[in-house]
């Protein structure tokens, strides 16, 4: 009905970049919100960033000022440009959105995840 679809992911080194993208398709009428998440090895999922209403965006304080969420609504795409990376940022991220769909029913999807990797 609705699919997420996470890509980007991959092998970094410290201190480089990564970007990843997040594609949504199916039967969709509205994206009424939607974020990343990411769950490390060992660890519960934690919110990464998000758009918590309209533009408005909120970050966990370990990747502020490193990572930067933006999204195509045109293209139903979202994005997370994550820069600087850190060792600690070695995790599964996921895809999160809240979708009404062309039938009227609103819930939360998740994508299936993508690997990021930050090792020296």
């Known amino acids: 009905q609705v699919q997420l679809v996470e890509s980007g992911g991959g092998l970094v080194q410290p201190g480089g970049s990564l970007r990843l993208s997040c594609a949504a398709s199916g039967s969709i009428f509205m994206i009424r919100a939607w974020g990343w998440y990411r769950q490390a090895p060992g660890k519960e999922r934690e919110l990464v960033a998000g758009f918590i209403s309209g533009d408005t965006t909120n970050y966990a304080d370990s990747v502020k000022g490193r990572f930067t969420i933006s999204r195509d609504g045109a293209k139903k795409t979202m994005y997370l440009q994550m820069n600087s990376l850190k060792l600690e940022d070695t995790a599964v991220y996921y895809c999160?959105?809240?979708?009404?769909?062309?039938?009227?029913?609103?819930?939360?999807?998740w994508g299936k995840g993508t690997l990021v990797t930050v090792s020296s």
């Open positions: 999160n959105a809240v979708v009404t769909t062309e039938r009227g029913s609103t819930s939360p999807y």
